[in-house]
């Protein structure tokens, strides 16, 4: 609706709520790249306010209508309150603000970041790193939330988790008697005895990074993991009591079908270690590795599509390798194969909270 210069859905409520509340400031903070319809709806029309914009999905047309784009905490404070620190003392979230009944779940499910960015760092195809420092939060302060939010199911935002930040988490929120989810990477620490650790804390399911089965796509993508680990940890996680979701990436530049029907033969293999499978087809994203140094993933050409809304379409032309098309081909080939591995509706990768709650039963 918004690329044909239409209103969203409940746009007039919305609109109408953030007047009601006369705001002296209004910020948005775009996590993904479909909030950006909406808020440049929103934007467009708070032109008499002043408006921030930060995020990793936020794009040029979002900074062009706002009043401000800002990148981080620190330059948050500084905006609003003339802050000048090298440490930021972030107090505790409060959810009290939210009614939490009115949210599209049995029972309130709180998202928590523990951390800002991600501590590896060195993953070819992704952008959400850019140049901001790693930094832990107080782990008082998270708790002090965790409290305040009187809620018991807590899905952790983080991009990656070290694992001896992973076990004073643990630590805390088994002191705190509720359940707890995150992403993390299939490396060799993650032995049975952490994850069972993990477990007893409330971990009741684990968001794997899992990608690819070939160890040379896994070293093409500065994964830092290998195949036999992977099936290590999710034996490991699984045996500990963990349901392990696994997020595969086909069509990775220079991938081969052979690779590729190593992962599916892979997860087949493990399918007794998991729960569910979350696919998705290899799509460039500028700021990358990959984009940065093309030729060394076998990428030609590059094409950038501009867009209503929404950052360039990137697409790409390749010298060895499957195609986006000829990945996409494949999977849904191997459609049947992929959904027989999963314990849970298929559908449940587009409601991970409800399936984290079911978990937790």
């Known amino acids: 609706k918004v690329v044909r210069n239409e209103r969203p859905e409940f746009f007039e409520e919305l609109l109408q709520k953030i007047k009601d509340f006369k705001p002296d400031l209004i910020a948005f903070s775009i996590v993904y790249s479909s909030q950006a319809f909406y808020a440049l709806s929103l934007l467009k029309e708070l032109k008499d306010y002043k408006t921030i914009v930060g995020g990793p999905a936020v794009n040029e047309k979002l900074i062009n209508v706002s009043t401000q784009f800002l990148k981080d905490e620190r330059e948050l404070l500084d905006y609003v309150g003339n802050y000048k620190s090298d440490v930021i003392e972030y107090p505790p979230v409060d959810f009290s603000c939210y009614d939490l009944k009115k949210y599209f779940t049995p029972e309130p499910l709180i998202p928590l970041k ?22 832990e939060y107080d782990l008082n302060l998270i708790e002090a939330t965790v409290k305040r939010s009187k809620a018991k199911h807590f899905f952790l935002m983080d991009e990656m988790i070290p694992v001896p930040r992973l076990l004073k988490l643990a630590e805390m929120f088994k002191r705190l008697n509720v359940y707890w989810t995150c992403q993390l990477k299939p490396i060799p620490l993650m032995t049975f005895d952490v994850l069972k650790t993990l477990r007893e804390s409330g971990m009741t399911q684990i968001l794997w990074g899992v990608e690819s089965a070939s160890d040379r796509v896994l070293k093409l993508m500065c994964k830092g993991t290998q195949k036999s680990n992977i099936e290590e940890v999710l034996k490991n996680s699984h045996n500990a009591g963990i349901k392990n979701i696994v997020y595969i990436i086909f069509g990775f530049p220079t991938e081969t079908k052979e690779e590729l029907l190593e992962t599916i033969n892979f997860m087949v293999k493990n399918s007794e270690y998991i729960d569910l499978v979350s696919t998705s087809i290899f799509g460039l994203q500028a700021g990358t590795p990959i984009y940065k140094n093309p030729e060394k993933f076998s990428i030609t050409k590059i094409h950038e ?12 032309e390749i010298s060895q390798g499957l195609t986006q098309e000829e990945a996409t081909k494949i999977r849904q080939g191997y459609k049947s194969t992929l959904e027989k591995i999963n314990k849970y509706p298929k559908t449940m990768n587009f409601f991970r909270e409800h399936m984290f709650y079911l978990v937790s039963k």
């Open 305 to 316: 599509e501009e867009r209503t809304v929404l950052d360039p379409k990137i697409t790409y």
């Open 114 to 135: 523990t951390s800002n960015t991600c501590y590896y760092k060195k993953c070819a195809y992704c952008s959400h790193f850019c140049d901001v420092p790693y930094e």
